[in-house]
């Protein structure tokens, strides 16, 4: 449905994407997945449009339900690799100076890292 509902999407790419839309439903009443075929499907898709399989491997079903076919083509899904960095420091977020945000402080504390006044906030006059 997103294909062919997306405006920026060529005619060419809507026909890619279908083609490969049609061949990963035709895996998802087997008991399991043909991983030769869903591959196909897969790579077909990526090659329509890398954003609807980065679309795909976010969802945990999909990459579930697929998982020896990402694996065949070396991709994971999203949940599999932000489970590889939860204890990066990369991963965290990075704590303000004060906690709060510098719209919220007085107009006295809303300096620049030289010490010069900050603009007012947006929408405030």
Do not use: C, K, W
Request: net charge negative.
């Amino acid at each position: 449905m997103l294909v062919n509902r997306t405006p920026h999407f060529s005619s060419q790419t809507r026909r890619e994407a279908n083609r490969a839309i049609d061949i990963l439903e035709s895996q998802l009443g087997l008991n399991q997945v043909g991983e030769t075929e869903a591959a196909r499907g897969i790579e077909l898709l990526n090659r329509a449009h890398s954003s609807l399989t980065f679309g795909l491997l976010r969802s945990a079903d999909f990459a579930d339900r697929f998982a020896p076919a990402l694996r065949r083509l070396g991709l994971r899904g999203i949940t599999d690799r932000l489970d590889e960095v939860p204890s990066s420091v990369m991963a965290l977020p990075i704590p303000g100076p004060t906690g709060a945000h510098r719209d919220d402080l007085p107009p006295d504390d809303r300096i620049d890292a030289e010490g010069r006044p900050l603009p007012p906030p947006p929408g405030f006059y």
